[in-house]
């Protein structure tokens, strides 16, 4: 059984690098084999109901019916491949991720594994950045090169907006009680932020900017109210010394109707209010919704507008005929209210949890390390809701264990909480 946990806890590790590194090790062998560890482990443990998973039965409900329900709709209604870009099946990973990962250590060690993925995937980017630097100086018209590497430019955002919040959690609340070592770790966490930040804001992705904006400012008020003014002052000037391309991009954010990428989500936006008018309660199937946008953006007179600026070019698929640009519309569009009520009852269960934790409110102080790891885990949920709101996240196979790995944060910090209210008792 020991044997069997240590195996487990190793690929977590592989698992959290892998994010970053290897789409197709990570799906086809760390999740399945995750997977079965994890059913061999509960099925021969014999104090099974002491973990998370079987104490906090609603959570654990919650995220298999998320997982299941869209799989069960689409069978109903056209068959399993009637909609598309179905990834649910990864939320299963948050069973063996917070089985495996039962201690401090554990936990913090995942995180290192992640950091470090994330780091080498950071290097790729700037290196690409420099060598295509020509291009991203001077786009043409209202083509803006992004900057990524092994990810998708969006995924490649998102992740980095997240993995900077964590780094600027920890360099604000953290503190080792080596004076020596708290100055080495701060240095390289610094380090590191700075460069996460620069490649954050040079990949120009407008809704990573908004996301960043009430988080950063939430962590640093949570660190001393007088820093917030200071923070303030820090982002206009940083603005005038944005370069053009990037400051350009920026105004697009309230002057939408001039950007194609920023009008296009209104288009898409505007015609999944009505798609989801037409189909409320299971959604729609793909094809059929396929031909519906065709037909609304002839009646809205936006077809040829939405043909030059998105739907050209040879790489054209029945999934940009459908995406909505936001998680949410998306999901309510593809299995309806009734698929959509289980993302809620989940979120509903995370938003308990979320507001019940609360390390930073102790009186009794505990280990910095863990009042970093609750802030830093708070505002990357918050974060990544704010990041659907222009992407599809719920249709998107890193997002979606993206977020599973932070409900596990969240429902592990909301253990150590359990833990420290009974002893108080």
Known sequence: MKRIKSIGYGICLLFAMSLFLSEKFENNVLIPLLLVLFLISVISHKNRENSF????????VAVL?????PFVIAFLD?????RLDNYNFKYLSFFPLIYFLDEDKKIFNFIKALLIGGTITLMLAMFNFIKNFNAWAHPAGFDYPRVTAILTVQDFANIMCIILLFLLSFILFYKNSDEKKNRIIKIVLIILALLV????V????KMVYISLLPTVFYLVF??????????VIACVCGFFLLPTSISSRLKYIVDYKK?????????FWKTGIAAFEKKPIYGWKAIERKQFNLDYYKKIGAMDYVNKYFLSGPNIRTQHYVASHNSYLQYLLDYGILGFAFFIFLFVEIAIIFFKTQFSKSEKNLDSKILAFELATKVSLVAWLIQGMTDDNLNDKHMILTLTILIVFMCYLYQKWEILKNNKK
């Not at 056209?78 to 009637?82: C, K, M, N, Q, V």
């Not at 930040?197 to 954050?200: G, L, N, R, S």
């Open 53 to 60: 998973v079987f104490k906090e039965k609603k959570i654990s």
């Open 65 to 69: 019916l998320l997982a299941f329900t």
């Open 222 to 231: 949570k660190r001393n109210k007088k820093y917030v003014v200071a923070l």
């Open 259 to 267: 950007d194609p990428s920023s009008n296009l989500r209104v288009i």
């Open 197 to 200: 930040a620069f490649i954050v």
């Open 78 to 82: 056209g068959g399993l491949h009637s």
């Open 202 to 205: 040079v990949n120009r992705s």
